[in-house]
C-alpha cells in the first residue's frame, strides 16, 4: 500500500532556530497538506498545496510557516525561527484530489515529524 | 469558517458492547465526513466516510449515519474490541475547499 514518508521521525531544537520538516507524498497524488496536531489536542490544518502554490492555509499559517516543493518528489515545511508553541507532531498528508468536484477528500497521512523547541 | 464539536472526550466500554461517538458542524455547505482513527504515537488512519449525499454507511462492526438537517453525524461501533482502543476523530470538509476540519477527538477504551 502506497504510503506518506516523513523525515525526520523527531526533532529537538533550540528556541528561534529555523526548522525543515521533509514529506515525500504518494507518488501520483496532486494535493498535498501540513497539519499538526499539539500533544493531547486535535489535528489542525495548516496548509495545503496544488500546482505549485498554495491553495489555502490557516491563521495558524502565519509569515513563520513556508512550504516548498523543491523537486518531483519531496515536500517540505519550513519554520524560520522557532518558537515554544511551535512543539507538536507535524503530520503531511496527501489525496488524489480536492474533493472540490466528488466531495470526497481522502486524505493519507504520514507518520509524523514530532518537533521539541526548548 | 468550519467549526466541529465532538463528543465524549472520553469513552469506557467492555468489550462486545456498542460505542457511539457524535459530532457536530456548523457550516451548512460541508459535504464531506471522514472518520480517523489514531492509535497511541502513530498516525491517523481513515476508518470511514460518508458524503452529504447519503444517510447511513456501514462497514462491517463500524457504521457512520448523517443528520443534514440537524447538522450532526455519528460513528457506531458494535461489538466492540481491545484493539478497537484508539483515539478516534471526525472531521467535515466544506464544499468547493479541500480543507478537513476535526473534532477534538474522542479516547476510546474497549475493556476485555
Known amino acids: 500500500e502506497p504510503e506518506v514518508t516523513q523525515t525526520p521521525s523527531h526533532q529537538v531544537t533550540q528556541m528561534g532556530q529555523e526548522v525543515i520538516l521533509r514529506c515525500v507524498p504518494i507518488?501520483?497524488?496532486?494535493?498535498f497538506y501540513w497539519y499538526r496536531q499539539i500533544l493531547g489536542q486535535k489535528v489542525e490544518f495548516l496548509v495545503s498545496f496544488y500546482n505549485n502554490e498554495i491553495s489555502e492555509k490557516s491563521e495558524i499559517f502565519d509569515d513563520q510557516f513556508s512550504v516548498e516543493r523543491p523537486d518531483g518528489s519531496n515536500f517540505t515545511l519550513k519554520i524560520r525561527s522557532t518558537k515554544l508553541e511551535d512543539s507538536a507532531m507535524y503530520f503531511c498528508a496527501s489525496s488524489g484530489s480536492s474533493g472540490a468536484i466528488s466531495g470526497a477528500n481522502v486524505l493519507t497521512f504520514g507518520a509524523g515529524s514530532r518537533l521539541t523547541v526548548l | 469558517g468550519e467549526n466541529v464539536e465532538q463528543h465524549p472526550s472520553t469513552l469506557s466500554v467492555q468489550e462486545g458492547d456498542s460505542a457511539v461517538i457524535k459530532c457536530t458542524y456548523s457550516d451548512s455547505a460541508s459535504n464531506y465526513f471522514p472518520w480517523y482513527k489514531q492509535e497511541l504515537g502513530k498516525r491517523p488512519q481513515l476508518i470511514i466516510d460518508i458524503r452529504s449525499n447519503v444517510g447511513e454507511k456501514k462497514d462491517q462492526r463500524i457504521a457512520v449515519t448523517l443528520n443534514k438537517t440537524a447538522k450532526h453525524f455519528s460513528l457506531h461501533i458494535t461489538e466492540t474490541q481491545p484493539e478497537d482502543s484508539a483515539v478516534y476523530f471526525c472531521a467535515a470538509k466544506i464544499s468547493g475547499y479541500s480543507t478537513l476540519t476535526f473534532g477534538k477527538g474522542t479516547m476510546l477504551l474497549v475493556s476485555p
Open positions: 507518488s501520483n497524488h496532486l494535493y
